[in-house]
């Protein structure tokens, strides 16, 4: 398994997409478009497609996701150390998940395509 990405920023903007052009069609296999909003210092806005061919991760919302994360860049670092961590993170009301909750537990699956 590669090393966890210093941020988000490098997450979204390097390690993702390499995931995404290393494994378009796992990525693919998902098939839903999610944001994520991460607040803090290393945080921002992206929103991931995986229903389009080639699937892309894009700064910014463009307002079309289903599934919609919001949280604090220190809970975001440690649900990346520790998937168990987002279930806790969820019920302590630091996750909030809006639009479609089974596309969230999908994001594991996501995740593993960048370190992969």
């Known amino acids: 398994m590669a090393a966890l ?4 920023q490098e ?3 390097v390690m993702i997409p ?4 290393r494994y378009p069609d796992k990525a693919r296999e998902v098939n839903a478009i999610y944001g994520f ?6 945080g921002g806005e992206w929103t991931v497609d995986l229903t389009s061919n080639p699937p892309v991760c894009s700064r910014g919302d463009t307002g079309k996701a289903q599934c919609s994360i919001s949280v604090s860049h220190d809970d975001f670092k ?4 520790d998937p168990q961590a ?7 009301g630091k996750l909030q998940v809006a639009g479609d909750p089974m596309l969230a537990m999908k994001l594991q699956q996501f995740f593993d395509l960048a370190k992969a």
Do not use: H, N, R, V
């Open 5 to 8: 990405p210093k941020d988000a």
């Open 11 to 13: 997450l979204f903007d």
């Open 18 to 21: 390499e995931g995404l052009k």
């Open 37 to 42: 909003k991460i607040s803090g210092d290393g």
């Open 78 to 81: 440690t649900m990346l150390a």
């Open 86 to 92: 987002g279930m806790q993170l969820y019920f302590q």
